[in-house]
């Protein structure tokens, strides 16, 4: 059918607008801007640059979770469309992407990947299409460079493949026949490398999309499946075993009772496996160093943000001999910090584990957490030491946080440290108890609820967005708040907010201070009955200095100082790495007053 653009007048532009619109439609079409093609059931060859929506996996049902053995895990909203930027899945946020070390998918107007970068590999791809929304090219940069081509019939099948690696070429051509639902595709291969070649013929028979044939040299590989009430199918068996379809279902979420964990025999090992009744959700991953130590294995699950938690799934006599298996506790939780037996511990962020990569903060009951590798702020408003499971929240990136002492200076901790207050000045109270923050004599910032706020609490510092300054007010932009550096004892309600431990410290460096090294050997030596490994133990030390520290600087420094002397030698440089540059510069100031007082110098060398 051909179209002409419209010659009417210039009063008739509905017409003329109708044409062009027609005409850019087509064109668009023939250059190459058709979405991308996917027929799982008539083409199951074709290259597949990503699943787009549950439709094109040729699945029943609202299905809300695949793991798809070429792309992982994939989630679908209840309309069917794949939600991306989630752990193990693809991300079209390409710092997301890059913090968990996944692959970024860039798209182009018509939905079409068109590059995808893995940030695990270190590789790039890159997608070419044809006019149709067939795949023409994939190039692939990296360790293992390729670049592979595809032809296609009339009908959208592929019909040859070439692909190029290094010295290497391979190039296949496929031919088919259909019979009612039955589709038989016959490939022919042929491999050349080093002035070598070799070639080989293999066949393969389709039925509405499943795999039901290979055939090779003679050799036939039957598969049969088994479905599950909705007409998924949930196994294939095929001559060298079986694979389970691992998914669940929308209607099948918060329907927690149903959900449990089992030991499965692998090889001659046993492992632990998610279940739904009797349909495997996914295998469960441990550690070895988890053993006797983190027993629960946590799995997220991001469509109802819960977290779900398999008791003692981890023990030596359950992987050796398969003994266990319980129903699935929940947390409503997206972030939370997991305390072991052994008091270790594990940060999880929508079940991704972060640990390792950590700056913290205790103070009063408020434990706050900076990831460096997502410039991402965590806190816990109410956090119970000891306790297995903490929920954090997520203050978003680079938070700015607050607290005030018993006189009211202002600390400020942001990307895990303490940062100077130098050059802000409180101002005006607002209507609703918040307080002002100047910079350069204009309002910066909002301490929110500043005057009902807590002492030695942590507070999360806002942006001022034009809110109403009182006018009966006199602005206290003269006075400059305390630095974090400008105050060394905060007298009033000295031991209040500190744990039992760093309690008993303190009152011991203020009634009886020749008594603190004997107070720290004897609570040293409690910790290593009760079993602490070093790291427990360095990070109770790391602890109880921090807190000692935002109450009497110079008791944090006799910490350090009274540490038992075998203790300290060894493991005196790692407890620093863990203290803020404000922090270690007190204690050079210290140490250098301690070596000038006995030996008149100040020359020291500290890390």
């Known amino acids: 059918m051909?179209?002409?653009?419209?010659?009417?007048?210039?009063?008739?532009?509905?017409?003329?607008?109708?044409?062009?619109?027609?005409l850019f439609v087509v064109f668009t079409v023939m250059n190459g801007f058709a979405q991308q093609f996917i027929d799982i059931v008539n083409a199951p060859l074709n290259p597949i640059g990503y699943i787009e929506n549950k439709n094109q996996l040729n699945v029943k049902g609202d299905i809300a979770f695949y793991n798809n053995g070429n792309e992982g895990f994939i989630y679908f909203d209840k309309n069917g469309q794949r939600v991306f930027n989630l752990l193990y899945t693809l991300y079209t946020n390409k710092e997301k992407a890059r913090v968990n070390r996944g692959t970024y998918l860039?798209?182009?107007?018509?939905?079409?990947?068109?590059?995808?970068?893995?940030?695990?590999?270190?590789?790039?791809?890159?997608?070419?299409?044809?006019?149709?929304?067939?795949?023409?090219?994939?190039?692939?940069?990296?360790?293992?460079?390729?670049?592979?081509?595809?032809?296609?019939d009339n009908k959208k099948r592929k019909v040859k493949e070439i692909d190029q690696k290094e010295a290497k070429t391979t190039v296949t051509t496929y031919t088919y026949q259909t019979t009612g639902n039955r589709i038989v595709i016959s490939a022919s291969e042929t491999v050349k490398e080093n002035n070598q070649s070799k070639s080989r013929t293999f066949e393969y028979a389709y039925e509405n999309g499943l795999l039901m044939k290979f055939t090779e040299n003679g050799v036939e590989d039957n598969h049969t499946y088994t479905y599950d009430t909705k007409g998924n199918w949930v196994t294939?068996?095929?001559?060298f075993g079986n694979v389970n379809r691992e998914f669940y279902y929308h209607s099948e979420l918060g329907q927690w009772d149903k959900w449990r964990w089992i030991y499965k025999k692998t090889n001659t090992t046993y492992s632990p496996y998610l279940m739904i009744s009797n349909r495997q959700i996914r295998m469960l991953t441990i550690g070895f160093n988890d053993l006797n130590n983190f027993t629960d294995i946590l799995i997220y699950e991001p469509l109802t943000a819960t977290t779900l938690v398999a008791e003692n799934a981890v023990t030596t006599t359950g992987l050796s001999q398969g003994v266990g298996g319980r129903k699935i506790r929940t947390l409503k939780a997206k972030n939370l910090m997991y305390t072991s037996v052994k008091g270790n511990i594990k940060?999880?962020?929508?079940?991704?584990?972060?640990?390792g990569n950590l700056k913290q903060v205790f103070i009063g009951k408020t434990y706050v957490i900076y990831d460096a590798s997502s410039s991402q702020t965590y806190w816990c408003r109410d956090f119970e030491k000891g306790k297995k499971f903490n929920v954090f929240e997520d203050l978003g990136k680079d938070a700015l946080l607050w607290f005030?002492?018993?006189?009211?200076?202002?600390?400020?901790?942001?990307?895990?440290?303490?940062?100077?207050?130098?050059?802000?000045?409180?101002?005006?109270?607002?209507?609703d108890g918040s307080k002002l923050l100047y910079k350069n004599q204009k309002p910066a910032l909002v301490l929110e609820n500043f005057t009902t706020s807590a002492q030695n609490t942590f507070y999360k510092a806002v942006p001022y967005s034009g809110q109403a300054i009182?006018?009966?007010?006199?602005?206290?932009?003269?006075?400059?708040?305390?630095?974090?550096?400008?105050?060394?004892?905060?007298?009033?309600?000295?031991?209040?907010?500190?744990?039992a431990e760093a309690k008993a410290f303190m009152e011991t460096y203020k009634t009886n201070p020749n008594g603190l090294k004997n107070y720290v050997q004897n609570l040293h030596k409690s910790w290593e009955e009760k079993g602490s490994s070093t790291s427990d133990i360095n990070a109770k030390y790391i602890d109880m200095y921090q807190e000692l520290y935002a109450k009497d600087k110079a008791s944090a420094f006799e910490l350090l100082m009274e540490l038992p002397f075998k203790w300290k030698e060894p493991h005196l440089k790692t407890i620093t790495t863990f203290l803020t540059g404000e922090q270690k510069a007190y204690n050079r100031q210290k140490a250098q007053e301690v070596l000038k007082k006995y030996s008149n110098s100040y020359d020291l060398k500290t890390n």
Not at 14 to 19: E, H, I, Q, Y
Not at 125 to 136: A, D, E, K, V, W
């Open 347 to 355: 940060f999880f962020v929508e079940g991704d584990n972060k640990s």
């Open 470 to 499: 009182p006018k009966n007010t006199t602005s206290n932009t003269s006075q400059t708040t305390t630095t974090t550096t400008g105050s060394n004892t905060n007298t009033a309600d000295l031991y209040s907010g500190l744990s």
């Open 2 to 22: 051909k179209h002409e653009v419209s010659t009417h007048s210039i009063g008739n532009t509905k017409v003329r607008k109708a044409t062009i619109t027609l």
């Open 404 to 431: 005030k002492n018993e006189k009211n200076d202002v600390y400020f901790w942001q990307k895990g440290n303490y940062v100077s207050t130098s050059g802000y000045t409180l101002g005006e109270t607002l209507n």
């Open 236 to 239: 294939n068996s095929f001559r």
């Open 106 to 152: 860039e798209l182009d107007n018509q939905k079409k990947v068109v590059y995808k970068e893995n940030f695990y590999f270190d590789s790039k791809t890159f997608y070419t299409y044809n006019p149709n929304g067939t795949i023409s090219k994939i190039e692939v940069q990296g360790k293992y460079p390729s670049v592979t081509t595809y032809e296609y």
